[in-house]
């Protein structure tokens, strides 16, 4: 059973930084890309980025709101993927959800963990 | 960016309609738009991938059609478990982006 868990949400001053983590299981971590999607309180969803697996290089792409403030990461040996929020504003208060995609390159969301709350608040 | 606008933004129906929410894409896409469905404190879940392609283990009654810049999810017969909100995604370049989201309502 494919299984995605984030942790590391919780309540940020803005300015802060606060790292999360997707822990996964039940599939080659190694040979997917793995998105985030972000979700304010009442509103749509919104693409964060993707972080590619090894064998395409293991690079990355963002959306235009988190470009430069934001980054990812993978360990491969340890099936997880990490989302490094810098410089955090109150307006990246959301729920950050990571997922799978299809095939290995793909950025459509195929399993996704349950998400976890970021509130970025003096 | 690619801008994905859906139509409309709410929509009331009763258990039996038929239901159409289009989404619309700022230039072209082909058929690199999938559609998700998404209950309030949950995970969004894939219902439509390349446009038309039902995710294993979605009911037959949920179909997608398009290409190009219009798009359509329908469901032929609403359930009671549809009343969601829906969203679609073009993947077609970085970024992707999502639609505003259509909310079906219990008329």
């Known amino acids: 059973e494919v299984q995605l868990v984030e942790s590391g949400g919780g309540l940020v001053q803005p300015g802060r930084s606060l790292r999360l983590s997707c822990a996964v299981s039940g599939f080659n971590f190694g040979d997917y890309a793995m998105s985030w999607v972000r979700q304010a309180p009442g509103k749509g969803l919104e693409w964060v980025g993707l972080i590619r697996s090894q064998p395409y290089g293991g690079t990355t792409e963002y959306a235009a709101s988190v470009k430069g403030r934001f980054s990812f990461s993978r360990d491969d040996s340890k099936s997880i993927a990490f989302l490094q929020m810098n410089s955090l504003k109150t307006e990246d208060t959301a729920v950050y959800y990571c997922?799978?995609?299809?095939?290995?390159?793909?950025?459509?969301?195929?399993?996704w963990g349950q998400g976890t709350l970021v509130t970025v608040s003096s | 960016d690619i801008q994905m606008t859906q139509s409309p933004s709410t929509l009331s129906a009763s258990v039996g309609d038929r239901v159409t929410i289009t989404c619309r894409a700022s230039q072209s896409i082909s058929g690199w738009l999938a559609w998700y469905q998404q209950k309030p404190g949950e995970a969004p879940n894939l219902l439509i991938y390349k446009a038309s392609s039902l995710e294993s283990g979605v009911p037959s009654r949920f179909s997608g059609s398009g290409s190009g810049t219009e798009f359509t999810l329908t469901i032929s017969s609403m359930q009671p478990d549809d009343f969601a909100t829906y969203y679609c995604q073009q993947y077609s370049s970085y970024p992707n982006t999502f639609g505003q989201g259509t909310k079906l309502e219990i008329k």
């Open positions: 997922s799978r995609g299809l095939y290995s390159s793909s950025s459509v969301g195929r399993y």
